[in-house]
């Protein structure tokens, strides 16, 4: 199971995007008004006083962590984001770049002023935790990346030519104006999220068949199907953006990688953060966990996430 196939890599991902889903940015430099932020759908548990965002990968939705949100300190106020046009969140058809999304992120946190949340990402989450670190440095307590490796950051480079991660060029692949996943996964996505959850799980049993309903339900449609897929089409938008991020940054970062899927490239990516100018990179590893860490090990998450706020 500790074998790096499990979780090998990445596709390359400039052989395969098209244009679409690249255009609006929503960048807020002085030559461009930032877009109108979009509504993000919510969950929130516990009423403490440490803001706490959790943030979704793919193919999930805020749904993912209803075993750890129930193990967290009694000082959190837990806030489970829908990424845009996923979920509960309002239909959208284009800015899934994730500094874009960030925006949205932090529009939806200021109209409920709240102030410097600690940021913890999953998947497609964790590109956008690391993004919000980049967009707003001194607005954030700090961010945790679950087992997944940044866009555009050194420790990235050896996964780009693995086989294991072919979904990522398949995600961003277009056929005319549609994408080429949504022509074969509609009607189809229980079967191919269960696909999919499976190849990247050490206990695959912790995510049952209704769990992945839920899942699919929240990806019902083509809009939001589309959105999905539109995360992996703006990945040459994040590596552009991660690797024009250079500053130093002070607030910590902790990388927790699952012990059967990233972990075995952890040293590179926090050594990729530490030369792209985190001054404070710290790494865990998520013992018998697959990618899936939440659902897979909810306490040792909690557990990593508690120990995390105890120590900004």
């Known amino acids: 199971m500790g074998e790096r196939a499990r979780c090998g890599g990445l596709a390359r991902v400039s052989s395969v995007v098209s244009d679409h889903g690249r255009s609006g940015s929503g960048r807020d430099n002085a030559n461009r008004r930032q877009a109108s932020a979009r509504r993000l759908g919510l969950v929130e548990h516990g009423s403490g006083t440490i803001p706490l965002v959790l943030l979704h990968g ?37 800015r899934f770049d994730k500094w874009s999304i960030c925006g949205d992120l932090h529009a939806s946190l200021g109209q409920r002023r709240i102030q410097r949340p ?5 998947g497609m989450g964790a590109q956008v935790a690391y993004a919000y670190l980049r967009r707003y440095p001194t607005q954030v307590r700090g961010v945790m990346v679950l087992d997944t490796p940044i866009a555009g950051v050194g420790g990235c480079e050896d996964l780009f030519t693995s086989s294991a991660f072919w979904h990522i060029g398949f995600h961003q692949t277009m056929s005319g104006d549609t994408g080429l996943a949504e022509l074969l996964v509609t009607g189809r996505e229980h079967r191919y999220f269960r696909s999919h959850i499976d190849r ?8 049952s068949d209704a769990d992945v309903a839920i899942y699919a ?17 703006a990945i040459p938008l994040d590596i552009a953006s991660n ?15 699952a012990e059967y899927c990233h972990a075995t490239v952890l040293p590179e990516v926090a ?3 530490g030369e792209a100018g985190s001054r404070h990179v710290a790494t865990s590893i998520i013992a018998d ?6 659902e897979e090990q909810p306490a040792k998450v909690a557990a990593v996430i508690n120990r995390f706020i105890a120590s900004t």
Not at 200 to 207: G, Q, R, S, V, Y
Not at 243 to 250: K, L, M, N, P
């Open 271 to 273: 050594a990729g953060l």
């Open 200 to 207: 990247f799980a050490a206990h695959p049993n912790a995510i």
């Open 217 to 233: 339900h929240g990806y019902e449609g083509p809009q939001r199907l589309a959105a999905g897929f539109a995360l992996y089409r």
């Open 243 to 257: 690797e024009r991020s250079t500053g130093a940054v002070d607030p910590p970062i902790l990388l927790a990688f």
């Open 58 to 94: 793919w193919p999930q939705t805020s749904y993912a962590w209803r075993h750890v949100t129930p193990l967290l300190t009694s000082d959190c106020h837990t806030l489970a984001y829908d990424l845009p046009g996923i979920g509960s969140s309002e239909p959208a058809i284009d």
């Open 118 to 122: 600690l940021v913890v990402g999953h």
């Open 289 to 294: 966990s697959g990618h899936w860490v939440a």
